[in-house]
């Protein structure tokens, strides 16, 4: 049997909820059944596992630890690096590190130097870690554009600084939809030569995406142990 239990307070988020969606979509094709609940079972089945979507360390450990109390093999998705050291646990987790360095490194083989990272949510962990990354490998810090109180406004910052500019990361599909949106607006914008880099699932012809994509890394966690299908 396979449990799918989610930590609450991100259930919301774009990363949680695209990792959910992809359990279901790859468990029925391969016809595992998973279960979700708010809590540990208790009685689970022989060889049964319990998948922890999630990103709080404590939240992640704790649940991990109590999985393992009743005999379920706890498998963590999450969007960070989290120390589970001691614990008997699986994990599959987004490398955003990584992922900012393919991102920058594919600009620069692409001769732009002058970067910018745009559209980054002052209230989302994993976009803060991005921009921590971008400023670590380009040293451009100040290039980093946060979303505000609206679209327009994040996009005259950038616009107003466009001249800067040779490349820009998108920190999610939702910001390189909002520069599109803007740039269709501004001739100066639609006019340069500005290569666009995206850290999402983006399927706009004019996007370079670099997409983050759980689902098949998910499902590698699953087969690691032969689960019984569904009947």
């Given amino acids: 049997m396979v449990y799918l239990m989610v930590e609450q307070q991100f259930a919301k988020y774009p990363w949680c909820q695209r990792t959910i969606r992809g359990i279901f979509?790859?468990?029925r094709k391969r016809r595992i059944h998973?279960?979700?609940?708010?809590?540990?079972?208790?009685g689970a089945e022989e060889r049964s596992c319990v998948l922890l979507v999630g990103a709080?360390?404590?939240w992640i450990n704790q649940t991990a630890r109590g999985a393992g109390s009743l005999g379920l093999h706890p498998i963590v998705l999450s969007n960070r690096e989290t120390n589970s050291?001691?614990?008997s646990v699986s994990s599959v987790k987004m490398d955003i590190h990584s992922s900012m360095e393919l991102?920058?490194?594919y600009l620069r083989t692409l001769g732009r130097e002058r970067l910018a990272l745009f559209g980054v949510n002052p209230s989302a962990s994993s976009d803060l870690w991005r921009a921590r990354r971008f400023g670590e490998l380009t040293g451009r810090e100040g290039d980093v554009f946060f979303l505000g109180s609206s679209v327009n406004e994040i996009f005259d910052q950038f616009y107003e600084k466009i001249h800067r500019y040779d490349g820009v990361i998108c920190a999610s599909d939702y910001a390189a939809v909002s520069l599109g949106a803007g740039s269709g607006k501004r001739t100066m914008l639609s006019r340069r030569s500005l290569m666009l880099s995206v850290?999402?699932?983006c399927s706009c012809?004019?996007?370079s995406g670099r997409p983050l994509r759980p689902f098949?890394?998910?499902m590698r966690a699953l087969e690691k142990r032969r689960w019984p299908s569904a009947p």
């Fill in 205 to 207: 012809p004019d996007c």
């Fill in 103 to 105: 991102a920058v490194d």
């Fill in 25 to 27: 979509e790859e468990v």
């Fill in 199 to 201: 850290m999402g699932i």
């Fill in 56 to 58: 709080s360390e404590e």
């Fill in 216 to 218: 098949p890394t998910t």
């Fill in 34 to 42: 998973v279960q979700e609940v708010s809590e540990l079972p208790g």
């Fill in 85 to 87: 050291s001691g614990l």
